[in-house]
């Protein structure tokens, strides 16, 4: 069993529905709205609630920022490859993220928050070398993991030749790259590949992309930190989109399906 804790976390895990809950535990000192709003949730759908000591809390979900809520659930369940090469909707253009060894849980739920903000796909992380979905991820995510289809590989060159052979462009991120982020079209379908901390995309990633673009930098370090950099270029690439939709409702085609528009805070 998986352990999930923090407020948001459970309440998205919840709210996504592809979770298999065991219980949530809540603890019996905290009292107010939205940890009732959250109870009450878990009561609608069967979920078992009990409540026990924030110190009980604390030493189940390792830590003491669990805000007073730690659910037990099943692991989430990762998808392959195969299921990512799916189409989201028809004629619509997949933009997927895949991360070539992010190490650190912080950054990972921090670019998988990123991910489901910008309407990404779907995510691609490696069995090895790379943080794993641990609850300091979910956490850091604040519950966008629930909601993002992300597949586990293997091997992640071969993975992305797999997907140039279904005709999408494999776009790295490198500070030495020769196209500016925002002077390339990122409006057909792409996956646009992240590397380490500090040491970028491994070597062989790296040969395997199709274009490698940077983030012009005016200050005096080169480059940006992971999940920083991975908000600025998908933030470019769903505008790009949203822009291309927008020109193409004006010259008479068919609207994109509107999604309920969320900001910063909500």
Same mark, same amino acid.
């Given at each position: 069993?998986?352990?999930?804790?923090? =407020?948001?976390?459970?309440?998205?895990?919840?709210?996504?529905?592809?979770?298999?809950? !065991?219980?949530?535990?809540?603890?019996?000192?905290?009292?107010?709205?939205?940890?009732?709003?959250?109870?009450?949730?878990?009561?609608?759908?069967?979920?078992?609630?009990?409540? $026990?000591?924030?110190?009980?809390?604390?030493? +189940?979900?390792?830590?003491?920022?669990?805000? *007073?809520?730690?659910?037990?659930?099943?692991?989430?369940?990762?998808?392959?490859?195969?299921?990512?090469?799916?189409?989201?909707?028809?004629?619509?253009?997949?933009? +997927?993220?895949?991360?070539?060894? =992010?190490?650190?849980?912080?950054?990972?739920?921090?670019?998988?928050?990123?991910?489901?903000?910008?309407?990404?796909?779907?995510?691609?992380? %490696?069995?090895?070398?790379?943080?794993? +979905?641990?609850?300091?991820?979910?956490?850091?995510?604040?519950?966008?993991?629930?909601?993002?289809?992300?597949?586990?590989?293997?091997?992640?060159?071969?993975?992305?030749?797999?997907?140039?052979?279904?005709?999408?462009?494999?776009?790295?991120? !490198?500070?030495? *790259?020769? %196209?500016?982020?925002?002077?390339?079209?990122?409006?057909?379908?792409?996956?646009?590949?992240? *590397?380490?901390?500090?040491?970028?995309?491994?070597?062989?990633?790296?040969? %395997?992309?199709?274009?490698? +673009?940077?983030?012009?930098?005016?200050?005096?370090?080169?480059?940006?930190?992971?999940?920083?950099?991975?908000?600025?270029?998908?933030? $470019?690439?769903?505008?790009?989109?949203?822009?291309?939709?927008?020109?193409?409702?004006?010259?008479?085609?068919?609207?994109?399906?509107?999604?309920?528009?969320?900001?910063?805070?909500?």
């Amino acid at each position: 069993m998986d352990v999930l804790y923090g =407020v948001h976390p459970v309440a998205e895990a919840l709210k996504a529905g592809r979770r298999r809950f !065991d219980h949530v535990l809540v603890a019996a000192e905290r009292h107010d709205d939205r940890l009732a709003s959250l109870v009450a949730h878990c009561k609608q759908l069967g979920v078992r609630v009990r409540q $026990e000591a924030r110190e009980h809390l604390t030493q +189940l979900a390792g830590t003491a920022a669990h805000q *007073g809520v730690v659910a037990v659930v099943r692991p989430k369940e990762l998808l392959t490859i195969e299921d990512l090469l799916e189409a989201p909707e028809p004629g619509q253009a997949r933009l +997927l993220l895949a991360l070539d060894g =992010v190490e650190d849980p912080q950054n990972l739920g921090a670019l998988l928050r990123v991910a489901d903000g910008a309407g990404v796909d779907g995510v691609i992380v %490696t069995e090895r070398r790379s943080a794993p +979905l641990s609850p300091v991820a979910v956490k850091a995510s604040a519950g966008a993991v629930e909601h993002l289809r992300i597949a586990r590989v293997v091997n992640l060159v071969r993975a992305l030749e797999e997907l140039k052979d279904h005709n999408i462009w494999v776009i790295g991120l !490198d500070e030495r *790259g020769e %196209t500016d982020y925002d002077r390339f079209d990122m409006t057909g379908d792409c996956v646009l590949v992240m *590397g380490r901390e500090g040491a970028g995309l491994h070597d062989l990633v790296k040969r %395997t992309c199709d274009h490698l +673009l940077r983030i012009p930098m005016s200050g005096g370090v080169s480059s940006l930190n992971v999940s920083t950099a991975g908000a600025v270029v998908l933030y $470019e690439a769903a505008r790009q989109r949203r822009a291309k939709a927008r020109d193409a409702v004006g010259h008479g085609a068919a609207p994109a399906s509107k999604k309920k528009q969320k900001g910063l805070g909500s």
